[in-house]
C-alpha cells in the first residue's frame, strides 16, 4: 500500500508516518490488512532525520500548490492520502488570500489529482483533516449547548469555512466516484510538541509545553473559557479510523466530530500544577488578545461525536492523564516541583 | 443607484429587471429608495428589445467567468449585483466541469471584483440565489420532516454542493467587509415561461405551460411526489426584499430560505385540470425517468421560511391561483376547456 501525507514534515503528519510505519499495515475501507510499502511526505519543510532514514518513506519538498500544479505532489499508484495540510487559523484571518489559496486551492487541486487517477483506473482514498473550527458561535446565531454531527456549521473566521468549503468538496467528488473521500473534523490538539504555530489555538499547548521547558507562557484568554481537546495520540488515531472502517460503519458522506475531552483553560492550568507543581504555573502569564478571544471564544467546547463513537473512539479521559502522557513522550520535559 | 445582475437575460434576470425598472427606486439596505439609475445586465444572451429600449438598461454580452476574468462584468460604481447566472442542477450532474466552472468559479471570481470595488473605496451589495437543492435527502442521511434555516445542507447533487460552497464564500467575504453579501435560498420557481431548461425541476413548469400551449409534457416523477414551490412573482419578491431590508433585520450571515407552497406532483395536475380542463391534462405523459426521480426526490419539500416570514414574505396560497396568475400573465395560454 502506498500512502500519501500532505504536512508530512508537520507535527501530526511525522507523527502519523511514525505510527503507520511501526504497525507495517493498515486495512484500509474494512478490507483485510495490507503491507505499507511506500509513505510519501509531501511538506514544504524536510521530514526528521529518522522518517528519513527509513526505506519505506519518500520526501517530497515543495510548495503544495507549486507542486500539485506540476503533478509531483501526487504518485502514480497512490492507494490513500492523508490531507493534513493547511494554513492555520491564525494565518488565515491575518492573510485571507494565503487560506483560500492553501486550504481551499490545494485541497481543491489536490482531489482533481485524485481524480485524474481515478481515471487512470486506480481510485485512491483520501482523508481529509477537517477541524472544530467550522463551528462558530455569534450573537445573531448562537451555538447550541451540545455540538452533533448534525449541526449546522456557522463558521465565524476564515479557516473554519475553507475547512467546511472542503467538507463539501469531498462530499462530491466522493459521491461521484471520483475519489473514495472521508472528512474528520479534529478538535484541538493539546499537547503539541515542537514550537509555536500561526493557530490561535496555540496557546492551549503552549500554556503546558512551555512551562515544562521551563519557559515563560501567555495565555490570552480568560480562565473559564471552555475548550474541546483531543491528545496527539486520539487524534491520530481518529484520523487513522477515518482510513480503516468500512462504508458501512462510515454513514453518511459528510463530516464526523472526533471526540472532545471538555475542559476550561482554568482547569488546565489547574492539572498542570497538579502534575508539576506551582513553580510550572508561575511560569503563566494570563495576559488576555481580544482578537484570539473571539475566535477561540467562538469555537464549541461540548461536542456529542455519535459517529465517532460508533466507531470505537472515544475521548481522552482527563487532561491530568494528557499533560502526564506529554512529560512521557517527551524525555526532556521538565517538572519544576 | 447602479445594479448589475448576472443572468440578467435569463428567465428570472428578465423579470427581476422589469421590476426594479418600473419600479423606478430600491430601499437598499433598510435606508431611504434611491432612484435606479443604471441596470447592467451580464449574460451570454441579449436581453429582450424591452429591456434594451430602456435608457437605463445597459448590455454586457459574454460568458460570465471570462468577462469576470477580463475585469468586463462588474462596472465602476456599482450599488448592488444580483447574482443569478449559474448552470442548472442537471446539466452540473452531466458535466461536473461546466458546473465548477459556473457556480464556483464565477461566484468566487465575481466576489473577488466585488472585494476590489471596496479596495477601490466603494462597498458594493450583492444577493447571492442559491436553492432549494443545497437540501438533500439520502438513505444514510435522512432529511428532517421539516426544513428551517438552521437545518443542516448534505446536498445529493453537484448543483447544490456548488451553491452551498458559493454561500460560504458570500458569508466569509461579507464578515471580512469585501462586499454586503447576503444568500436567498430560492424554492423551485413555478411555472417558469419560455422553453425548457436543463434543471431537473424543468418538468415542474413544462408540465403546466406546455398543456397551456397545446403541447404533450413528461412527466419524470410519480404523482405522489412532494414538492416545495414558488411563483415567479413571490421569487422576485424574495430576491429583492433580500436587498431591501437592514443588516437587524437580515440577521445571521447564513441563507435564509425562501417561502414554499407545499404540495404534489398530482395535486398540480388536479389544479390544471381544474383551472384549465381535461383536454390540458390529457397531454400529461406520466413517464419515469429514474435520474430526474433520484434527484428531484431528494430535495425537500416542507420548508418553514421563519426568518422569510419574519421580513414580511408569505408562500403562494394555491397551485390553483399560480396556474391563473400563469395565465393572466401570458396572453398566449390556451385553455382547451
Known sequence: MNIVITGGAGFLGV????????????ALNGAAPAAITT????????PPADLMADARVHAVVGDLNDLLTAKQALP??????????????????????LGMRSNFGATHQLLEACRAQTAAGKQPALVFASSLAVFGDSPQQPLPAVITDTTLPTPQGSYGIQKFIGE??????????????????????????????????????????????????????????????????????????????????????????LPALRTTVGDMAAALEKVAGSKATALLDWQIDAATERLVGSWPSTVDAARARSMGLQPDTSFEDIVRGYIAGNPDAVTLK
Open 39 to 46: 509513505v510519501t511526505l509531501v511538506d514544504r519543510a524536510q
Open 168 to 257: 463539501q468538496m469531498v462530499t462530491d467528488y466522493a459521491r461521484k466516484g471520483f475519489v473514495k473521500g472521508r472528512s474528520v473534523r479534529l478538535m484541538t490538539v493539546s499537547v503539541r510538541p515542537g514550537k509555536p504555530n500561526g493557530a490561535a489555538s496555540g496557546f492551549l499547548s503552549g500554556m503546558i509545553r512551555e512551562p515544562l521547558a521551563n519557559l515563560r507562557a501567555q495565555i490570552p484568554v480568560p480562565a473559564s473559557t471552555p475548550v474541546a481537546l483531543a491528545s496527539p495520540a486520539r487524534t491520530i488515531e481518529g484520523i487513522l479510523r477515518a482510513a480503516e472502517v468500512s462504508d458501512a460503519a462510515w454513514g453518511a458522506r459528510t463530516a464526523v466530530n
Open 76 to 97: 502514480a499508484g497512490t492507494d490513500l492520502v492523508f490531507h493534513l495540510a493547511a494554513a492555520v487559523s491564525a494565518e488565515c484571518e491575518a492573510d485571507f488570500d
Open 15 to 26: 507523527l502519523l508516518a511514525r505510527t503507520l510505519l511501526k504497525n507495517g499495515s493498515l
